[in-house]
């Protein structure tokens, strides 16, 4: 069946760090992926998102990179800061722009 | 950038009345708007897809006489609770979305049926 996951739950990781978020897909039909930052309370907040023709994209401090042969996506997030602790979630955007989501990976930094 | 705004932002209502949260594209048109709830430390999941001017599509064990969509503008959708009961305390999120792939998200509305 289709699903969207997170390999971690949680992640801690000392401020200035960089910060590997996982997902694994299993729909390898799915052409285009997002990731959403969460914070406490509110709605989800797009911070970056690929298609299927990409390995690689990069924004300001995050890249996300997809690997279609093993259905794997990750987020990487330079120079974490502690604004950057959230929730994050990968998804999937099916026909119809419906977006499945993922489990989520709660990043915490440490000052 | 686009907006999309959410009212109330918080509810809490006695079971078995109805609520009824709005969902606004400030500053585009939607074609598409898109219904998910999220229960506590979990992801979302999609409730419905709601198109103007057509009947929502509802996912797969969603009661669409419980969570009653209309989408009446291409800025505007409501989703409203009816004879709401505490396990319907939930945080109900809505998104946006053009013609294009990218969704807006909403910030959400905390419901708690008492």
């Known amino acids: 069946g289709e699903s969207v996951g997170l390999h971690l739950p949680t992640l801690s990781v000392q401020e200035g760090d960089n910060s590997i978020i996982n997902c694994a897909y299993s729909?390898?039909?799915?052409?285009?992926f997002i990731w959403y930052k969460q914070e406490s309370g509110k709605g989800p907040q797009f911070i970056i998102d690929i298609r299927s023709n990409m390995d690689k994209r990069q924004g300001q401090r995050v890249t996300v990179l997809l690997n279609k042969t093993v259905k794997h996506l990750s987020l990487q997030i330079a120079a974490t800061q502690p604004g950057d602790s959230a929730v994050y979630f990968c998804a999937e955007n099916k026909g119809a722009g419906k977006s499945t989501f993922g489990d989520g990976t709660t990043l915490t930094v440490k000052p | 950038g686009a907006v999309v705004s959410q009212h109330p932002s918080r509810v809490i209502c006695k079971s078995g009345t109805s609520v009824k949260i709005e969902c606004r594209s400030l500053d585009f048109q939607a074609t598409t708007m898109f219904w998910y709830r999220q229960f506590p430390k979990k992801s979302l999941m999609l409730m419905a897809t709601s198109n103007e001017g057509s009947k929502a599509t509802y996912e797969q064990g969603v009661e669409k006489d419980k969570f009653l969509i209309n989408h009446a503008s291409l800025t505007l959708s409501t989703l409203t609770v009816t004879s709401a009961h505490p396990e319907d305390s939930s945080f109900y999120i809505c998104s946006a979305k053009t013609d294009s792939y990218e969704q807006y998200f909403g910030p959400g509305t905390r419901l708690t049926v008492t």
């Open positions: 729909n390898s039909a799915s052409d285009y």
